[in-house]
């Protein structure tokens, strides 16, 4: 495996392999989560390629970016051993040099969910995954579904802005006890951990309700922010059930029978803000076997 930082060192090492190229942009302190990305990457490409880079565009000021947990020795043992051909670690300065002045942003998907309480965060999301896919020109780009909102918004990006990549969302990767896996778990603090399992309790426990027939999208929301509160969360950040292609609720309140539904949940435990989520429409091995 090359480890580059400049976008001269990644497009030369780039032009000395030939075939597809599949890309996992991640923000570092890897787990099982992004090898899963970075395999799958692997079986499908020629070259694959993962970056490490802790994004200051799409941190807000009260954000954790200084604490961010970072590892990038281990992060390069990880990714090689999951079969990572070029593993990309630019600086701040590889990337946003002096001057850097351009945002991108998505309109609509960005404003409900996660950009209610973050709202500068998906314009950071899309400008550094727009100047990422431009230095790797990637075929195929690998993002977990456990951002939904941020897989949803880089497909509109890349639909928008004809970036010719496909992109592939690979389903939430969870601890044997069920918890997503996410690089922020590392924050949780005594019976935190614990607590944190009311994501994935209220997200079964609206798998449930859906399996016996409920389509009222606001009923399914009520019981995920119920189920939170009673498995003591100490503060939800929201509890929604939307279609899945436009990531708000249906004008009647019921789930359309055709289209993709999803329940999504963020809450706070002590300073760790969790996110999960499940498409109530499609089976979740995950989740149901957990
Ligand atoms: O999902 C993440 O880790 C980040 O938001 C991403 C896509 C790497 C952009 O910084």
Redesign the pocket.
């Known amino acids: 495996m090359q480890i580059v930082e400049s976008i001269a060192e990644l497009r030369e090492a780039l032009r000395a392999r030939s075939g597809t190229v599949g890309f996992a ?3 570092g302190y890897l787990h099982a989560g992004h090898a899963s990305l970075f395999a799958a990457s692997a079986g499908e490409n020629d070259t694959t390629v993962a ?1 490490v ?3 200051p565009l ?1 941190f807000g000021h009260n954000e954790d970016l200084s604490t961010y947990p970072r590892d990038p020795e281990r992060d390069a043992r990880l990714a090689k051993e999951a079969g990572v051909d070029v593993l990309w670690m630019p600086t701040v300065d590889v990337l946003y040099p002096p001057g850097f002045s351009t945002r991108v942003r998505v309109e609509g998907l960005t404003e409900g969910l996660c950009g209610r309480s973050r709202p500068t965060h998906f314009e ?2 899309t400008t ?2 727009a100047r ?1 896919f431009h230095a790797v020109r990637p075929d195929r780009a690998y ?2 579904q456990k ?1 939904y909102q ?1 897989l949803a918004v ?1 497909r509109r990006m890349v639909e928008d802005l004809g970036f010719g990549v496909a992109v592939v969302g690979m389903p939430v990767y969870r601890e044997l006890d069920g918890l997503a896996m996410s ?1 922020r778990n590392v924050y949780l603090q005594g019976d935190e951990r614990v607590r944190a399992l009311a994501l994935r309790l209220a997200l079964q426990a609206a798998r449930r309700s859906w399996a016996g027939g409920e389509r009222r999208m606001s009923c399914l929301a009520q019981l995920l922010h119920t189920t939170l509160v009673e498995y003591g969360v100490d503060e939800v950040d929201y509890a929604e059930v939307v279609d899945g292609a436009t990531l708000v609720r249906s004008a009647s309140d019921c789930a359309d029978a055709d289209r993709e539904t999803v329940a999504l949940v963020a809450a706070r435990l002590g300073r760790t803000r969790l996110i999960d989520n499940t498409v109530l429409s499609a089976p979740d091995p995950g989740l149901d076997r957990a």
């Open positions: 942009p991640t923000m970056s880079f802790v994004n799409q950071g999301v550094v995954v990422l993002f977990g951002d941020q880089i690089s």
